[in-house]
């Protein structure tokens, strides 16, 4: 045997080492095909399988604000607490409502000085009256006594007196008792108006409530808040609360889809690892640009129509205005699928 021939029972290293990096490559050329072909499908294919669109963690918000030019003194919330019904918020001063209260006073001032006087005007017309009404009296029996006879005695100068005396003593009467009258009436009209003032200074006073503000109803203190110190107009908002009990997903979803969502119809909610079942319960006739969705430098955004989703659950643990994605199967047996690996993972 030569020593330089190769026995072909032995291996080639070279050989070996060229055939396992080979292997090698194509197999990572094939994988790599394979995870490209797999993101292209998903990419472009999934809008066949489901419709998806980004939504908002979302419930109804009462906004806390005064109809009056205030100053926050206190505050008791931060946002992110839980609070129930009549908790205390906060606590305003009003100069506005003291100028309003005062001039409402100053009002009620000046008509007692006037009342006063209508008084005094009044106790006069009585006394009046009185005079008058006895004047009369004594007119009359003078007239009476010139009855036929005695007025062919009487001389035309007395005559003249006596009818000149009832006269005068029955304007008088008339004049006192028409005094009389119309003070009266002005002293119930100011009665009326001092009540009606009174109980305008009681609403308002009950309406402030000495400046302490309560939560009408229980829920989430929401991001926006006064500062202790702030100005608040009339209108502004002291705090929100959401109202937990409505808790709700606003969803955008895009134009193009296979099937369009339906009341009733299942969802799925995906919040990081989480995926939560809901339900369409709510279809709005409106769009809206969608909050956080990314903005093409192609084309402009476009306003998406809002879909409302509530959770299964009753009290889902997703954080309050937390943008998440909900995707609608266009089959059923996707979503059994998909139902059936949400219990499993629960």
Known sequence: MRLNEIDPM??????????????????????GLLLLGATLLWHFGRGFVFLEGTGLV????????????????????VPGIVV???????????????????????????????????????RIAKATSQSSTDRLAMANEAFQRLDGKNAESASIGYRMDVYRERSQAMAQKSQAEAEIEEIQAQLDRFEINNRFLRRKIAA???????????????????????????????????????????????????????KQPKIADPVYIHYGQKVLPGYVFEIKQIAEMAAGSAQSILREKQPQQIILVKPIAKQPDLPMNAPVTVRMNYSSWIDALIARLVGIFE
């Open 84 to 122: 129930t019904s009549g908790d205390l918020l906060a606590r305003i001063k009003s100069p506005q409502l003291d100028r309003e209260i005062n001039e409402i006073e100053r009002v009620l001032v000046e008509q007692s000085q006037k009342e006063a006087d209508l008084r005094v005007r009044y």
């Open 204 to 258: 308002l006073e009950a309406d402030f409530d000495e400046g302490l503000i309560k939560a009408p109803i229980g829920g989430l203190i929401g991001n926006t808040i006064a500062h202790i110190g702030e100005i608040i107009k009339p209108g502004d908002t002291i705090a929100e609360i959401y109202d937990l009990s409505e808790f709700y997903i606003v969803w955008h979803i895009p134009a193009f889809g296979i």
């Open 10 to 31: 032995i291996p080639n290293p070279v050989e070996t080492r060229r055939a396992a990096s080979g292997f090698a490559v194509r197999l990572a050329y094939g994988v």
């Open 58 to 77: 979302s419930a109804p918000v009462h906004e806390i604000s005064t109809p009056y030019l205030s100053r926050v003194e206190y505050l008791n919330v």
